[in-house]
């Protein structure tokens, strides 16, 4: 089992930043990739960033070179810098983390970015 409470959230204007953070803790040395889903009122939940136990990185196309993951093993953390903000990044930002056959998520920070 692992369990994931993410940190970070809140209320910022177009054009700032907000950097969220995801503790990980429980069977952390099976956990492989981590990253962050996002999830807008009405709208599926989409693919944001994802990193690999060795760094590996992958991003959704409407966050490339605005969004930065980046993770922490000795700490067991995940991280997801946002710069440039657009209120159409509001969403609920889940973080996850991928063990062998299992996905587990966390309950979710509200990011809300004003125009």
């Known amino acids: 089992q692992v369990q994931l409470v993410e940190s970070g959230g809140g209320l910022v204007q177009s054009g700032g930043s907000l950097r969220l953070s995801c503790a990980a803790s429980?069977?952390?040395?099976?956990?492989?990739?981590m990253g962050w889903y996002r999830q807008a009122p009405g709208k599926q939940r989409d693919m944001v960033a994802a990193?690999?136990?060795?760094?590996?990185?992958n991003y959704a196309d409407s966050v490339k070179g605005r969004f930065t993951i980046s993770r922490d093993n000795a700490k067991n953390m995940v991280y997801l810098q946002m710069n440039s903000l657009k209120p159409e990044d509001t969403a609920v930002y889940f973080c996850?983390?991928?063990?062998?056959?299992?996905?587990?998520w966390g309950q979710g920070t509200q990011v809300t970015v004003s125009s």
């Open positions: 996850f983390a991928d063990v062998t056959l299992s996905r587990y």
């Open positions: 429980g069977s952390t040395f099976s956990i492989n990739s």
């Open positions: 990193i690999t136990r060795g760094g590996r990185t």
